[in-house]
T-cell receptor, first 116, second 119 residues
């Protein structure tokens, strides 16, 4: 059973507008969350992260919001650019012991298409 | 330019054949992960090594999959015998965790993946 879910397999947005990608999780022990971006024929690359002690983290055009009570996080891209077109994976981890650190559970990904 | 390398990039094989995928983690990294990407499940963790020791391989079908790290510069994932349902993209990732500060989360750096097709 997937502990991290991205229920929208795809999203299409006009250049310059906001892109909002969503992610839900079921494990209340998760306390660290990341977003990865993946271009075709390449491996995923780290984009932005957030710890459960925060509810927002911003890095340039990218902002991640965390709602712990709803077990929901979202990635906002403003403004969206055609180069942002990629698959976005959300991932989560639980600090349940030394052996669990850096073990991430990934969602199934959302393919973002930013139209010029 | 430090990066994770994987070979082969593409592999087409017939059902029942043995498949070996190789990964060279970034020099100095002490954690290695194997993931499988499928359309339905997204990125599934298959195995996790720290300092070459396997810490978690619960995501791996034990009867046909095996993962090893013969040395710090090589990780292998083997499927024997392969089946059509194993067709997927397999990613290797590496990272660095430094004791005693295991309580910091560190980025995982992914390789380009091996696209496996089992006919």
């Amino acid at each position: 059973d997937q502990q991290v879910k991205q229920n929208s397999p795809s999203l299409s947005v006009q250049e310059g507008r906001i892109s909002i990608l969503n992610c839900d999780y079921t494990n209340s022990m998760f306390d660290y969350f990341l977003w990865y971006k993946k271009y075709p024929a390449e491996g995923p690359t780290f984009l932005i992260s957030i710890s459960s002690i925060k509810d927002k983290n911003e890095d340039g055009r990218f902002t991640v919001f965390l709602n712990k009570s709803a077990k929901h996080l979202s990635l906002h891209i403003v403004p969206s650019q055609p180069g942002d077109s990629a698959v976005y994976f959300c991932a989560a981890s639980a600090s349940g012991g030394i052996d669990n650190f850096n073990k991430f559970y990934f969602g199934s990904g959302t393919k973002l298409n930013v139209k010029p | 330019d430090a990066r994770v390398t994987q070979t082969p990039r593409d592999k087409v094989t017939e059902m029942g054949q043995e498949v070996t995928m190789r990964c060279q983690p970034i020099l100095g990294h002490n954690t290695v992960f194997w993931y499988r990407q499928t359309m339905m499940q997204g990125l599934e963790l298959l195995a996790y090594f720290r300092n070459r020791a396997p810490l978690d391989d619960s995501g791996m079908p034990k009867d046909r999959f095996s993962a090893e790290m013969p040395d710090a510069t090589l990780a292998t994932l083997k499927i024997q015998p392969s089946e059509p349902r194993d067709s997927a993209v397999y990613f290797c990732a590496s990272g660095l965790v430094t004791p005693p500060d295991y309580f910091s989360y560190n980025e995982q750096f992914f390789g380009p993946g091996t696209r496996l097709t089992v006919l």
